[in-house]
């Protein structure tokens, strides 16, 4: 039997009870949270519910110990391949040709300002209009996704299409929950995925965000921290996300477990 189940779950149980009889919950309100549950499971939509509702708080107790760049919800589509390095542009649809151009750049630092060299970024990000590749509408997996690499000054540099705020699946219990029980959206404002590695520092997940964006502190995920909010600058027509990651040793991440 694990410690940790011995002496989260229990304290967890009377929390959940003492606000049952703060409420004083009927029967009929019991069974209708029941059914309800039976719902989401019916609808496979556990791990979303579970994502929509505590991955953000996770990420926070994560960055109790974190040091450099915070973390941010890695977000249920990230792809675990071996995705090209890229050193010019991340692979964009044919008909998204006359969306909105995006530059990806920034530098990889240490905790000390040093550069990091050969730093590895997983990028993925939605379609211009909010889809997934690899996930939504049998979008090539291709698109939208791939790996850069810092040069020797710990910079980097990809260009790409603008993504938009996107909307969970809102069709079944989990929407309902956001929407109709309790009165939210189920929207989140418009990001950039990132997972940074390198050798010998703490792995970093997290999200850019394009600051005065729909949802930008209103994401339906909770993800409240929002380090990455970039400001809005446009260079030929493109936006520009100056992204920039402070790495902290992975001896943190060992001492932190
Ligand atoms: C979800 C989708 C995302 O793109 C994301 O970053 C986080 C959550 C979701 O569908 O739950
Ligand atoms: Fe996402």
Not at 107 to 132: F, K, R
Request: net charge negative.
């Amino acid at each position: 039997m694990s410690e940790r189940v011995k002496q989260i779950v229990p304290e967890l149980l009377d929390e959940i009870k003492g606000v049952l009889k703060k409420h004083k919950v009927t029967f009929a309100e019991y069974r209708s949270a029941f059914e309800y549950l039976i719902g989401v499971q019916e609808a496979k939509e556990v791990p979303l519910m579970l994502d929509a509702l505590f991955n953000a708080t996770i990420v926070e107790i994560e960055n109790e110990s974190r040091k450099g760049t915070r973390a941010d919800i890695q977000g249920p589509y990230y792809i675990d391949e071996d995705y090209p390095i890229v050193t010019d542009e991340l692979p964009s649809r044919p008909e998204d040709a006359g969306a909105q151009d995006m530059i990806i750049r920034g530098q990889v630092t240490d905790l000390d300002g040093t550069p990091v060299a050969g730093a590895m970024l997983d990028i993925w990000h939605s379609t211009p209009d909010g889809l997934y590749s690899g996930i939504h509408d049998n979008i090539d997996r291709k698109y939208y996704r791939g790996r850069v690499v810092t040069g020797e000054n710990g910079h980097y540099c990809v260009t790409s299409k603008l993504p938009v705020p996107y909307q969970i699946p809102n069709a079944g219990p989990t929407g309902d929950l956001l929407e109709k029980h309790l009165g939210r959206h189920s929207w989140r404002p418009a990001h950039i995925h990132f997972w940074a590695r390198a050798e010998g520092k703490r792995d970093l997940i997290n999200q850019a965000y394009f600051e005065g964006g729909e949802y930008v502190g209103d994401d339906c995920c909770d993800t409240d921290h929002l380090e990455l909010v970039v400001p809005e600058v446009i260079e030929d027509g493109a936006r520009v996300m100056e992204v920039n990651f402070v790495l902290e040793p992975a001896q943190a991440q060992l001492a932190a477990e």
